[in-house]
């Protein structure tokens, strides 16, 4: 078992970790995305959950877990009861029951209970994920429980943490809302793929969120913390065309995670300029006055389609694959040809586009 220090808790909980929604019948989504990668197998798992429209009794209210498993193969199972939902307006805490012996209220539980009463559902925290679900027309399945012991939030080891998207996602003005609540941690513990049980200790793992009453037109995402020959490196990087009040931009991040320091380069500190193709190849440079860094993921898979909130529910709208390429070069501006911090490189990295239009590649001006 995991053990961890509840200051290292606080001292890596980003802001937006806690459950959004306030009441009310407008459209709205919280999505959260976990995240484990077992590097001697070159496996990764990735569970999604989601809920839209809370209240209920509206066209697109439910639930949904997703998980993304060995060989990009894909697992799925929707949970229309929205009072079966349960979500901490304080801390990073969720779950879904659907098939439980229990008739109260859902709420946390040990994870011997969870097991216990839950034969099919979900609860997450930031040191636990658990669940299981089922195919009922294949009968493929998945239990999962492993803990987490987070590394890094989204800044700076030991400052306080920041807002993926600015301090002025506080405000509500983007929509959706994103935020990367740990962009490295360890995970321990196993999961049950239709039979096979895979065990892992301290294996890289990942969590992000996203939530909002409205929905991203068009996006893509690059995200890896399991490199070659680097334990201590976590990247995410991403863009969207997104709202802002009464318009749309376009806009990108890179974040990087590397020996303590945090790299960021977002819109009000740097210049982020990024060429995507349909499918296969992500090029993304960023540049502010004391760094700069080039990514480029590249893929031969033909990619597995994923659902994800629009304004039409959770439909068929993204492609993704972790076993993507990826190399990575972080420069310092101590001179003009710039000084090499980081060359790295991983063939375990998460690539994803979604929205549209794809039909041709997608360039920054």
């Known amino acids: 078992m995991l ?9 890596t909980q980003t802001p937006h970790s ?21 590097p001697d197998i070159k496996q990764t798992f990735a569970f999604m959950y989601s809920i839209e429209d809370p209240g209920g009794n509206q066209p697109h209210s439910g639930g949904a877990a997703q998980i993304l498993g060995p060989d990009d193969e894909y697992l799925w199972r929707t949970f229309p009861d929205t009072t079966k939902f349960w979500a901490s307006a304080n801390v990073l805490a969720l779950g879904h029951w659907g098939k439980t012996n229990l008739s109260t209220q859902p709420f946390y ?26 195919d009922p027309g294949t009968g493929h399945y998945c239990r999962w429980q492993y803990e987490i012991q987070p590394v890094y939030g989204w800044g700076n080891r030991g400052q306080q943490q920041q807002s993926t998207a600015g301090f002025l996602s506080s405000l509500q003005i983007f929509e959706p809302g994103w935020q990367i609540l740990m962009s490295h941690g360890l995970a321990t513990g196993s999961i049950d793929w239709n039979g096979y049980v895979y065990e892992f200790t301290n294996a ?31 990247l995410t990087a991403g863009g969207g065309r997104r709202g802002v009040l009464w318009w749309m931009e ?12 945090f790299y960021e380069f977002v819109p009000w500190n740097s ?31 033909p990619g597995t389609r ?25 420069r310092e501006l101590s001179s003009n040809q710039g000084k090499i911090i980081l060359k790295a490189t991983s063939n375990l990295c998460g690539l994803e586009i979604g929205g549209s239009p794809w039909d041709k590649s997608w360039q920054s001006r």
């Not at 806690?18 to 019948?25: E, F, I, L, M």
């Not at 994870?111 to 979900?122: C, D, I, R, S």
């Not at 913390?225 to 490196?233: C, H, M, R």
């Not at 959770?314 to 990826?326: A, I, N, P, R």
């Open 3 to 11: 053990s961890t220090d509840p200051n290292l808790l606080l001292s």
């Open 18 to 38: 806690a459950y959004h929604y306030r009441g009310g019948n407008h459209r709205f989504f919280e999505g959260w995305y976990y995240r484990v990668t077992i």
């Open 109 to 134: 539980l040990l994870p011997n209970e969870f097991e216990y009463h839950v034969q099919e559902g979900y609860q997450a925290t930031a040191t636990l994920n658990q669940g299981i679900i089922k």
């Open 204 to 234: 890289p793992a990942y969590c992000e969120k996203n939530w909002g009453g409205a929905f991203p037109k068009r996006w893509f995402w690059v995200n890896c913390n399991s490199f070659d020959g680097e334990a201590d490196l976590a």
């Open 250 to 261: 376009s806009v990108a991040m890179v974040g990087i995670h590397y020996k303590g320091k």
């Open 271 to 301: 210049q982020v300029t990024w060429n995507i193709a349909p499918w296969g190849r992500w090029e993304i440079r960023a540049r502010n006055c004391q760094y700069e860094v080039e990514l480029i993921g590249t893929t031969d898979l």
């Open 306 to 330: 994923l659902r994800a909130p629009t304004e039409n529910g959770l439909v068929f709208c993204c492609s993704d694959t972790m076993q993507g390429m990826l190399s990575l070069e972080l």
